[in-house]
């Protein structure tokens, strides 16, 4: 069965101390990995695609990266306006995306 | 650019009632259209998926049916809503080609069902 764990649930952050949102997937036959930030009560907005072990996308502080087994989303010197939920989801080529449960990220000022 | 809207943005409702949300699309045409809800705390689950008019994938067996009258417009409906049917529902979207399954979602339905 085809899996997304995201981890960990809940991150808490100084404003401007970097970390990482880790992304483990069992997706047989993985043809793309997405990562989307969705704000309280709002839809997910789309932030990246990643294709191939290996690949690394930017914008501004956020920074994907993708391996043969996860994917991690680096966040640069976060600011509070970065607080939100950031979901990653598998995608292997039928119509399901599969979604991982997310990471609630809070940064303080 | 292409936009999507969902309406009504919140929406209360007694159990047994009926249930018609609507999605539509601007700016682009023959989209891949999704319905998903989302649980608190939890992932999305995908519903229902449209490759055109009258076409409906059915992902899961519950109370809910889908329906694409039109190209661009999609809606979720139900006969006899459950409390179990409480959530937040999303409707997205995709350009139907096979190497562009990025997805964008519109702003999402509250239901709750008392």
């Known amino acids: 069965e085809d899996q997304v764990t995201q981890s960990p649930e809940a991150l808490r952050l100084q404003e401007g101390e970097s970390s990482s949102l880790n992304c483990s997937y069992t997706v047989s036959g993985l043809r793309g990995l997405f990562w989307y930030r969705q704000d309280p009560g709002k839809g997910p907005e789309f932030l990246f695609t990643l294709y191939s072990a290996g690949e690394e996308k930017e914008k501004e502080r956020l920074k994907a990266t993708l391996t043969k087994k996860e994917s991690f989303l680096h966040i640069t010197a976060p600011k509070p306006e970065d607080s939100a939920t950031y979901l990653c989801?598998?995608?292997?080529?039928?119509?399901?995306?599969?979604f991982g449960s997310g990471t609630r990220l809070q940064v303080q000022p | 650019s292409q936009t999507i809207h969902q309406w009504p943005a919140t929406l209360v409702q007694p159990v047994g009632s009926p249930l018609s949300l609507e999605c539509t699309v601007e700016g682009t045409s023959n989209p891949n259209l999704y319905w998903y809800r989302q649980a608190a705390g939890r992932g999305l689950q995908l519903l229902f998926y449209?490759?055109?008019?009258?076409?409906i994938s059915s992902e899961v067996p519950q109370n809910l049916s889908a329906s694409r009258p039109q190209d661009r417009q999609f809606i979720l409906s139900s006969k006899k809503l459950l409390l179990s049917d409480s959530g937040f529902y999303l409707c997205?979207?995709?350009?139907?080609?096979?190497?562009?399954?990025?997805?964008?979602f519109g702003p999402g339905t509250r239901l709750l069902v008392l």
């Open positions: 989801a598998g995608y292997t080529g039928r119509r399901a995306l599969t």
């Open positions: 997205a979207w995709s350009v139907r080609q096979v190497s562009q399954e990025t997805q964008y």
């Open positions: 449209s490759v055109g008019i009258g076409q």
